[in-house]
């Protein structure tokens, strides 16, 4: 017997309520199925989801189901930017994961459908798959185009750096601002949004070559309609929930996908939080070790040159796969109701991989510029370390991929500071000079909420004499657009007492990517063995003041006084 009957039978009003919506009584005995999306006026990302959910609406109920549409809008980390939104935006995950648990535990579904498509969307959604245990399936919402000339959201950070120290005119940054984002969808380049889309289809989750499609593309909508038919098809088989088809496997296989594809460094929070959700152990350290000797093969935005969009039509997840398959576990099943490897075989005996390389030739591209053979990579190291040592006893973690060669090995004197703000104005006004760490804290999940540090990161990486002979190390983390020497997640955070608190102005830093070690070396200059730092870091600790909390109300006091690491996902507790 279906979920949804069981709880029909002890709930009278049900019927009665479910008929007040236009249900006919034939409609109460079919297969219920919850159809969640993020749809709403809030970004491109969202603004054509309720189109794309109505469409999943109609396949499920033409295909004898009952389809019940749930909204939990995200909200869009690039309005959020440069202002205190920011700050909202981790704690907006576990938000709508939680909103969707009280969707769908208050009247029994028997599968749903997910529809979303940006930084923390996806990964709520697929939170919420783990967490709600129906077999479910999740449509990403697809990638923009670029706007004229190539030009994609990500480089507005630079051209607003640039615009502050007079290199360009307002007419043109304002030129740059209104044409970078033509259309609706995620962000194309690959960031987080980009990578968590892969991610979902890496793990199984989503239908095979479906990640990033064009998302005002007649190809978008017939997936959506195909999601919604397998819906209707793994409730009716019964027992192919979520955490019989992802484990241990499934992770590591994702973990190696994004190393493929240089993905954003926020993977690193978001999945070690959703395979929580499913029982797998998982965290930052798996990355490095996974990453270790990986092949990095994409050459998309903000690491490479191309526009996230020529990412599907050059073969997708697939194609990828296809490089990278003998690391793979080929025998881990996926909502098609069969394995990976029987995936990449259908998928390589249908037409998929003919219909890209035409639009590819539209676009004056080769599938090789775009996702690089298995014997030809980008790089040959992942794209991720963790790194310890005594300014980070539980880690930090740095996109070496997107850090200058120069940069792998060096001693920085320590730039401290409180906040972002005070950061960038130093960097923008020239107070931060070659061979400075800018040090910015109390950025981290406990202290604000943990928000990017984009524009930081864009002012040192598009300012020539400063973005291969300085670094940012934070407790924060960073948008999946940033690019430059950039170290961030710094754990224990400077709120919870971590040693990023008491570094102190001329203090020396060594940064060691290749050996995975971060170090303070020296005390005001004057150079100090590990005893003597430990002894230092100890007595500044006692004689500073206890860190004072800065949310007293509403979500973030909520969210800063229960985050865990980021290092295991920084979920709420």
Not at 119 to 146: E, W, Y
Not at 197 to 223: F, V, W, Y
Not at 540 to 565: D, H, I, M
Request: net charge negative; proline share 5%.
């Amino acid at each position: 017997m279906f979920e949804s009957q069981k709880t029909r039978a002890i709930a009278p009003e049900m019927d009665s309520l479910k008929m007040g919506m236009g249900w006919t009584a034939d409609d109460l005995e079919k297969p219920q199925i919850i159809v969640e999306s993020t749809a709403g006026d809030s970004h491109p990302g969202s603004v054509h989801l309720l189109e794309l959910s109505e469409k999943v609406r109609r396949a499920i109920d033409g295909e004898g189901g009952k389809a019940a549409r749930y909204f939990a809008t995200d909200i869009c980390d690039g309005q959020a930017q440069g202002h205190d939104g920011i700050n909202y935006s981790l704690a907006s995950r576990d938000a709508i994961c939680n909103l969707i648990e009280i969707h769908a535990k208050t009247t029994a579904f028997d599968a749903a459908v997910f529809l979303s498509s940006c930084d923390k969307s996806v990964p709520a959604h697929l939170m919420a798959i783990g967490r709600l245990n129906i077999p479910a399936i999740l449509v990403p919402g697809g990638v923009m185009n670029a706007g004229p000339g190539l030009l994609t959201l990500e480089q507005i950070g630079k051209y607003s750096a640039m615009f502050k120290r007079d290199e360009i005119t307002a007419e043109q940054f304002l030129w740059y601002k209104h044409h970078a984002c033509p259309s609706c969808g995620a962000c194309s380049f690959m960031g987080t949004a980009s990578t968590m889309q892969i991610l979902a289809e890496a793990l199984g989750l989503a239908l095979p070559g479906s990640a990033l499609l064009g998302a005002a593309t007649e190809d978008l909508s017939l997936m959506a309609q195909r999601a919604g038919k397998q819906a209707v098809e793994l409730a009716r088989r019964g027992g192919f929930r979520p955490r019989d088809i992802v484990n241990e496997k499934s992770f590591e296989n994702a973990v190696i996908v994004h190393a493929a594809v240089a993905g954003s460094s926020n993977s690193l929070i978001h999945l070690p939080a959703i395979a929580r959700e499913f029982g797998v152990p998982l965290d930052a350290a798996d990355f490095d070790r996974i990453h270790r000797g990986a092949r990095y093969l994409l050459d998309i935005r903000p690491s490479g040159k191309w526009p996230a969009q020529f990412f599907h039509p050059a073969g997708g997840v697939p194609r990828v796969m296809e490089e990278i398959k003998a690391k793979l576990n080929l025998d881990v099943m996926t909502v098609t109701g069969k394995t990976l490897g029987e995936n990449l075989i259908d998928i390589k005996n249908s037409d998929f991989y003919q219909k890209g390389a035409a639009e590819l030739a539209r676009l004056g591209v080769k599938r090789e510029d775009v996702i690089r053979p298995f014997d030809a990579p980008v790089g040959e190291d992942g794209t991720i370390a963790v790194l310890y040592g005594n300014l980070a006893p539980d880690g930090a973690v740095v996109k070496h991929s997107a850090v200058p060669q120069e940069m792998f090995k060096a001693t920085l004197r320590a730039r401290p500071f409180n906040s972002e703000e005070e950061a960038i104005d130093a960097v923008l006004t020239g107070k931060i000079k070659r061979g400075d760490a800018v040090i910015i804290r109390y950025e981290g999940p406990r202290g604000s909420g943990m928000p990017e540090m984009f524009y930081t990161t864009e002012a040192i990486a598009s300012d020539p004499r400063l973005s291969s002979s300085i670094a940012l190390i934070t407790d924060g983390r960073f948008s999946g657009a940033s690019r430059g020497p950039a170290i961030g997640h710094v754990s224990p955070e400077a709120a919870a007492g971590g040693p990023i608190a008491f570094i102190e102005e001329g203090d020396l830093i060594e940064l060691d990517i290749k050996a995975r070690s971060l170090n303070i070396v020296a005390l005001a200059g004057k150079a100090a063995c590990a005893e003597e730092v430990a002894a230092a870091l100890k007595a500044r600790k006692e004689q500073s003041r206890e860190w004072k909390q800065r949310y007293t109300r509403g979500v973030l006091k909520t969210f800063t006084e229960n985050a865990a690491s980021p290092m295991s996902g920084a979920y709420i507790n």
